[in-house]
């Protein structure tokens, strides 16, 4: 079974740094492009962040130069670290999976369940 | 950056009635336009993409049209388990900004 599970998710204070893991099962990292979107309470979606089964990667402007995206192919995995942290990056973290490699990579088709970012003093 | 657009806010349907939710974008996007219904609690569900494709596993009462800058997603006859929040998503841009509808919230009348 296809399947995305992420973990990392907790309380932290700002400034402060957080390292999700987003673990793939029924398909392997290396070969699909993958991303992180958001969801801050009571609020809409936001993409984050891709890695492309090549191995390149892009972020959203809100992001960029705080957050780093990459995988750990033998274990899985998708990784995201996130550097000075703000109030603004509190969000349910969603990692998801393109339908594709081509034309449809970037809408997603297999998402998780989603862990919960805090950033709070 | 590529503003979406949605609207309304809220529809509000009774269930057997027909629902038709617009989505606008700020520039071309050709039929890089997905849609997505999300539930309380859970992570969204890709419905369509390519602007009209159904995503495998949806009912044929979804469906999804337009081009460029209007698209548009119609629920031919809303079940319960339609009422939710529905997004749009473009993935047109190079390299990758992808962007999100502020949401269409269907509840019942």
């Known amino acids: 079974e296809v399947q995305l599970v992420e973990s990392g998710g907790t309380l932290i204070q700002p400034g402060g740094s957080l390292r999700l893991s987003c673990a793939a099962s029924g398909f392997s990292v290396s070969s699909n492009y993958m991303s992180w979107v958001r969801q801050a309470p009571g609020k809409g979606l936001e993409w984050v962040s891709v890695i492309y089964a090549g191995g390149s990667t892009y972020y959203a402007d809100s992001v960029r130069g705080r957050f780093t995206i990459s995988r750990d192919i033998p274990k899985s995995a998708v990784n995201l670290q996130m550097n000075s942290l703000r109030a603004e990056d509190t969000a349910v973290y969603y990692c998801a999976r393109g339908i594709d490699n081509g034309d449809y990579a970037m809408a997603f088709n297999i998402w998780g369940q989603g862990t919960m970012v805090t950033v709070s003093s | 950056e590529i503003v979406m657009t949605q609207s309304p806010a809220t529809l509000s349907v009774s269930p057997g009635e027909r629902a038709t939710l617009s989505c606008r974008a700020s520039?071309?996007?050709?039929?890089?336009l997905a849609w997505y219904q999300q539930k309380p609690g859970q992570a969204p569900r890709l419905l369509i993409y390519?602007?009209?494709a159904r995503a495998a596993g949806i009912p044929a009462r979804f469906s999804g049209s337009g081009s460029g800058t209007e698209f548009t997603l119609t629920i031919s006859s809303l079940q319960s388990e339609d009422f939710a929040v529905y997004y749009c998503q473009q993935y047109n841009n190079w390299p990758p900004r992808i962007t999100f509808g502020p949401g269409t919230k269907v509840d019942i009348k």
């Open positions: 390519g602007a009209s």
């Open positions: 520039q071309s996007v050709s039929i890089n």
